[in-house]
Nanobody, 124 residues
Framework: QVQLVESGGGLVQVGASLRLSCAASDSTFSGYTMGWFRQAPGKEREFVAACSWNGGTTNYADSVKGRFTISRDNAKNTVYLQMNSLKPDDTGAYYC?????????????????WGQGTQVTVSS
């Protein structure tokens, strides 16, 4: 069972950037598709970005396309989410998740392993 630990969240102003990191405990990390999801207060958890096992395929929610970039370093068992031009609507708890298989799925129910989340707050 892979354990995931997110870091890098914080309180920033509109237009700022943050880079989230998610470190995996499993040495078979490269075999997992990785995803980022977020949950705002009072709302359901939603898909943000996903990355195939080698980073060759990525998917993004429409709301973050052109602003967020997902990437991974399999040698470090880590996946990243670079977030630029942050908006108040980006506020929420950000979770990384892992699923077996090669497809960079946008479906939350396909992800088996989850981190505890890191809070991102964008202040106007």
């Amino acid at each position: 069972q892979v354990q995931l630990v997110e870091s890098g969240g914080g309180l920033v102003q509109v237009g700022a950037s943050l880079r989230l990191s998610c470190a995996a405990s499993d040495s078979t990390f490269s075999g997992y598709t990785m995803g980022w999801f977020r949950q705002a207060p009072g709302k359901e958890r939603e898909f943000v970005a996903a990355c195939s096992w080698n980073g060759g395929t990525t998917n993004y929610a429409d709301s973050v396309k052109g602003r967020f970039t997902i990437s991974r370093d399999n040698a470090k068992n880590t996946v990243y989410l670079q977030m630029n031009s942050l908006k108040p609507d980006d506020t929420g708890a950000y979770y990384c998740a892992a699923r077996s298989g090669s497809r960079a799925s946008v479906q939350i129910h396909e992800y088996r392993f989850w981190g505890q989340g890191t809070q991102v707050t964008v202040s106007s």
